[in-house]
Nanobody
Framework: QLQLVESGGGLVQPGGSLRLSCAAS????????IAWFRQAPGKEREGVSC????????SHADSVLGRFTISKDNAKNTVYLQMNSLKLDDTAVYYC????????????????????WGQGTQVTVSS
């Protein structure tokens, strides 16, 4: 059974940093693309960052470009989202999702990720 488990969320002040983890089980990440999505109350789910299955090409939403970094550790079967210079608007539930043999283009849609989804982790940016 394919499973993803997110961790690392929490409460942070504006300008602070958090690192989210997405641990996979039941499959290996080297053949799966992984993306982070987020959803704030009353807003649609949006793509944040994505890392491709093979060559590791990454893509980021304009709103997080230069502040967030996505990386993958195949040995630990875990994907990370390093979030720096956090803003109030970054407050949301963050989900990671997996899709087999996925290539991250400039835009990545949550509907394209069907293989597995995590349960989400809350990130709250507040002073």
């Amino acid at each position: 059974q394919l499973q993803l488990v997110e961790s690392g969320g929490g409460l942070v002040q504006p300008g602070g940093s958090l690192r989210l983890s997405c641990a996979a089980s039941g499959f290996t990440l080297d053949t799966y693309g992984i993306a982070w999505f987020r959803q704030a109350p009353g807003k649609e789910r949006e793509g944040v960052s994505c890392i491709s299955s093979r060559e590791g090409r990454s893509s980021h939403a304009d709103s997080v470009l230069g502040r967030f970094t996505i990386s993958k550790d195949n040995a630990k079967n875990t994907v990370y989202l390093q979030m720096n210079s956090l803003k109030l608007d970054d407050t949301a539930v963050y989900y990671c999702a997996a899709e087999s043999d996925y290539y991250c283009s400039r835009y990545f849609d949550w509907a394209s990720f069907e293989s597995a989804w995590g349960q989400g982790t809350q990130v709250t940016v507040s002073s």
